[in-house]
């Protein structure tokens, strides 16, 4: 087991999940007031397991990747909650610290690659030196592992093309020489925002049967963030749905997809296609994601929900169990009634 810099030494069993998010609020100070983006975030990614984050945009998905890699941009900031990396805090680490956990043991794969890669350098010299930082190995053996990484990654022909520049490649190519460099210093965690969006369909089956293989061979845990639900069915293991900045359900992917027990779960699923049923038309959620500073009272869901009732409108139900699942609804059969409270 690895030490992480900054953080006290501990004991991690085989059973220790490698990522756990508990309770985490992030917050977002302005001049006229906090605005709160995640609101007591809890999920936690076994080794080798692949969790996916779906909802549309403005959910918060991209928002609990920055918060776990240390990324938050200001004035944004964890106000509460803890990360904890294979049994270690690693959120109260300073700037140093977390860059040395970055890349060594937490990998980011981000939705554009040309944000990731810098035009001036070739693709070898970026994943040597990121090889380098993290890895004790000479230029030689630097070399090598990059040579290899590319090939591992489906780049063809990667004794040549090592030595290129990102514009000399593809979207879908530039997309892998970034997971190259999410995996250049053998990570166990790899957080991967969008990495499908923009690609076509060929690259994103391509994309998601390497991070299967990731999961499956090296035993990385990856979180995948993505809206869509495509992808989280074909890759994902387990699927969190996030909404206004909370979870609102979370469970194993074939029962989110087909047994939803949250509405907006239900109607994130009934947007998508399906070859096995005739329908004219696909379902619809009818308005839009409520602004930060327009968090709606009760269940943040309850002014686009088909099935509001009065509670829903006064109280903020938490997570509860939910068949295979757990949700965050008072629907949900077994939920606690108004004299019970929450």
Same mark, same amino acid.
């Given at each position: 087991?690895?030490?992480?810099?900054?953080?006290?030494?501990?004991?991690?069993?085989?059973?220790?999940?490698?990522?756990?998010?508990?309770?985490?609020?992030?917050?977002?100070?302005?001049?006229?007031?906090?605005?709160?983006?995640?609101?007591?975030?809890?999920?936690? =990614?076994?080794?080798?397991?692949?969790?996916?984050?779906?909802?549309?945009?403005?959910?918060?998905?991209?928002?609990?990747?920055?918060?776990?890699?240390?990324?938050?941009?200001?004035?944004?900031?964890?106000?509460?909650? %803890?990360?904890?990396?294979?049994?270690?805090? =690693?959120?109260?680490?300073?700037?140093?610290?977390?860059?040395?956990?970055?890349?060594?043991? #937490?990998?980011?794969?981000?939705?554009?690659?040309?944000?990731?890669?810098?035009?001036?350098?070739?693709?070898?010299?970026?994943?040597?030196?990121?090889?380098?930082?993290?890895?004790?190995?000479?230029?030689?053996?630097?070399?090598?592992?990059?040579?290899?990484?590319?090939?591992?990654?489906?780049?063809?022909?990667?004794?040549?093309?090592?030595?290129?520049?990102?514009?000399?490649?593809?979207?879908?190519?530039?997309?892998?020489?970034?997971?190259?460099?999410?995996?250049?210093?053998?990570?166990?965690?790899?957080?991967?925002? %969008?990495?499908?969006?923009?690609?076509?369909?060929?690259?994103?089956?391509? #994309? #998601?049967?390497?991070?299967?293989?990731?999961?499956?061979?090296?035993?990385?845990?990856?979180?995948?963030?993505?809206?869509?639900?495509?992808?989280?069915?074909?890759?994902?293991?387990?699927?969190?749905?996030?909404?206004?900045?909370?979870?609102?359900?979370? /469970?194993?992917?074939?029962?989110?997809?087909?047994?939803?027990?949250?509405?907006?779960?239900?109607?994130?699923?009934?947007?998508?296609?399906?070859?096995?049923?005739?329908?004219?038309?696909?379902?619809? =959620?009818?308005?839009?994601?409520?602004?930060?500073?327009?968090?709606?009272? /009760?269940?943040?869901?309850?002014?686009?929900?088909?099935?509001?009732?009065?509670?829903?409108?006064?109280?903020?139900?938490?997570?509860?169990?939910?068949?295979?699942?757990?949700?965050?609804?008072?629907?949900?059969?077994?939920?606690?009634?108004?004299?019970?409270?929450?």
């Amino acid at each position: 087991m690895r030490s992480i810099p900054g953080c006290s030494e501990g004991v991690a069993t085989m059973s220790t999940p490698l990522l756990q998010v508990k309770n985490l609020r992030v917050e977002f100070p302005t001049r006229h007031g906090t605005l709160l983006a995640l609101d007591d975030i809890s999920f936690d =990614i076994a080794p080798g397991e692949i969790l996916g984050v779906v909802g549309e945009s403005g959910a918060g998905k991209s928002l609990t990747g920055a918060a776990i890699i240390g990324l938050l941009e200001p004035p944004g900031r964890v106000a509460s909650g %803890e990360i904890l990396y294979d049994g270690r805090r =690693i959120d109260n680490l300073g700037p140093d610290d977390m860059r040395k956990i970055r890349g060594r043991h #937490i990998g980011a794969v981000f939705q554009d690659p040309l944000t990731s890669l810098n035009p001036l350098y070739s693709v070898g010299r970026q994943l040597t030196e990121t090889i380098q930082t993290h890895l004790d190995l000479n230029d030689a053996q630097a070399r090598e592992r990059a040579i290899d990484l590319l090939r591992q990654t489906g780049i063809p022909a990667p004794e040549a093309r090592i030595d290129q520049y990102p514009h000399q490649f593809s979207g879908g190519m530039r997309q892998r020489v970034v997971i190259a460099l999410a995996l250049a210093a053998q990570p166990r965690l790899i957080v991967a925002d %969008e990495p499908t969006t923009a690609l076509d369909v060929s690259i994103q089956a391509q #994309i #998601i049967a390497l991070l299967k293989r990731l999961a499956r061979e090296q035993g990385a845990s990856v979180m995948l963030v993505t809206h869509d639900m495509g992808v989280i069915a074909e890759t994902c293991d387990r699927v969190a749905v996030m909404y206004a900045g909370r979870i609102v359900e979370i /469970g194993p992917v074939a029962s989110v997809i087909h047994r939803p027990a949250h509405p907006y779960s239900r109607g994130l699923m009934g947007s998508i296609p399906s070859m096995d049923e005739d329908r004219e038309r696909l379902l619809q =959620i009818d308005g839009a994601m409520p602004r930060l500073n327009a968090i709606p009272r /009760g269940c943040a869901f309850n002014p686009r929900c088909p099935q509001v009732v009065p509670r829903c409108r006064e109280q903020r139900p938490d997570l509860m169990p939910a068949g295979a699942t757990q949700a965050a609804c008072w629907l949900v059969p077994g939920a606690p009634t108004a004299g019970e409270g929450a």
